[in-house]
C-alpha cells in the first residue's frame, strides 16, 4: 500500500512537472489579459487614448446619480444580449446533440464506405466558421439566395423571406448554419464514446431478442452518457461564446446580439473599453456559473469522464 501512495506522488508530481510550461505559457498568454480585462471593467477607459483614465469602481456595472439608475446591469439591450446568447445556446446544443447521436449511430454501423462517409460528415465542421457563414449568408438571401429559391418552387412559399434580416427568422437562421456546422464535432466525439463500448453485452442482448430501442436506452445510452456530457460542456462553452456566426450572419441585428457581440460593440464602435470590459467581465461570469451549474446539476467528474 505505501509502495503504491508513494508511486501515485511520483506520478502526480511528473505530470506537474510536464504541465508547468504549459500552464505558463497559459498564464502569459491568457491570465494576464483576462485580468487586465477584469481591471479596465472598473474603469473609464476610452479606446481613444488607453494611457488615460481613472478607476470609477462599480460604476460601469451599476450606479445611482439623482435617483436614476446607470450601467450595465440597467441596460435592457445588455439582458436582450444574455437571453439571445442563452436561447441560441440551450436550442442549438440541444439540436445538435441530438443530431450527433443519431449520425454517430448510423456511422457506428458497419456498411460499404463507411470511411467515407465518415470524412464526408466531417466536412461543415472543418471549414472555417466566417467561410460557411458567409456561404450561408448567400444561400439564405432573400433574392439571390438557393433557399428561397427551392422553397418557393416547392409552393412552400409565396415571397421570398429576409432570413438573416427578419426579426422572426433572424435567430432561427443562425441556429439552422450553427446546426449545420457543429453537428459533425458531436457526432464525432460521440462516435468515439460508442467506439469504446464492449460487444459482448450487444450480443447477449441480440440472443435474447431484446428491441434494439430498449438496448439503445437500457444499454448504450447510460455507458456513453458521461462522454457526451463531457461533449455537451465543450460545445456549450462554444455556444456561450458565439460570435463570428452571428457577426457574419446578422450584423447589428437586436434580435441576435449575443453577450460577445454586445461586448464587441462596446469596445470597438463606441470606443468604450471600460463599459465593453465590463460588459466581457460578466460574460465570464455568465459562462462560469452556466458551466458550473451544469456540472453539479449532472454530476460530472472531468477527471474521470464519469459522474
Known amino acids: 500500500m505505501a509502495h503504491a501512495s508513494s508511486l501515485t506522488r511520483a506520478r502526480r508530481r511528473s505530470a506537474w512537472i510536464f504541465l508547468a510550461p504549459m500552464l505558463v505559457i497559459l498564464v502569459a498568454v491568457a491570465g494576464w489579459p483576462l485580468l487586465r480585462t477584469f481591471y479596465f471593467g472598473f474603469t473609464d477607459a476610452n479606446l481613444s487614448d488607453l494611457s488615460s ?71 461543415p465542421w472543418a471549414i472555417p466558421t466566417i467561410v460557411s457563414a458567409r456561404m450561408w449568408n448567400w444561400m439564405l438571401h432573400d433574392q439571390f439566395g438557393i433557399i428561397n429559391d427551392m422553397l418557393m418552387k416547392l409552393g412552400i412559399l409565396s415571397a421570398p423571406i429576409a432570413w438573416t434580416a427578419s426579426p422572426d427568422w433572424a435567430m432561427s437562421a443562425v441556429i439552422l448554419v450553427d446546426v449545420w456546422k457543429t453537428t459533425p464535432f458531436m457526432a464525432l466525439l460521440i462516435l468515439a ?106 454530476r460530472v467528474r472531468l477527471d474521470e469522464g464519469g459522474h
Open 53 to 123: 483614465y481613472s478607476f470609477i469602481g462599480t460604476e460601469n456595472f451599476y450606479a445611482v446619480y439623482d435617483g436614476e439608475a446607470f450601467g450595465l446591469l440597467t441596460d435592457p439591450e445588455w439582458w436582450q444580449a444574455v437571453w439571445n446568447t442563452l436561447f441560441f445556446s440551450v436550442i442549438s446544443v440541444s439540436l445538435e446533440t441530438a443530431l450527433g447521436m443519431v449520425v454517430a449511430l448510423v456511422l457506428n454501423q458497419n456498411f460499404r464506405g463507411r470511411g467515407l462517409v465518415r470524412a464526408a460528415v466531417l466536412i
Open 193 to 298: 464514446a460508442l467506439q469504446m463500448l464492449p460487444g459482448d453485452c450487444y450480443e447477449a442482448a441480440r440472443v435474447d431478442g431484446i428491441h434494439p430501442v430498449r438496448v439503445f436506452f437500457k444499454v448504450t445510452l447510460p455507458l456513453i452518457k458521461p462522454a457526451v456530457m463531457v461533449a455537451v460542456i465543450f460545445r456549450a462553452l462554444d455556444a456561450l461564446r458565439v460570435f463570428d456566426v452571428i457577426y457574419v450572419l446578422t450584423p447589428n441585428n437586436p434580435q441576435t446580439t449575443t453577450m460577445s457581440v454586445y461586448a464587441r460593440q462596446q469596445l470597438v464602435d463606441f470606443q468604450e473599453v471600460g463599459y465593453g470590459s465590463a460588459a466581457s467581465t460578466l460574460l465570464f461570469v455568465v459562462i462560469a456559473f452556466c458551466i458550473m451549474a451544469y456540472i453539479m446539476i449532472g
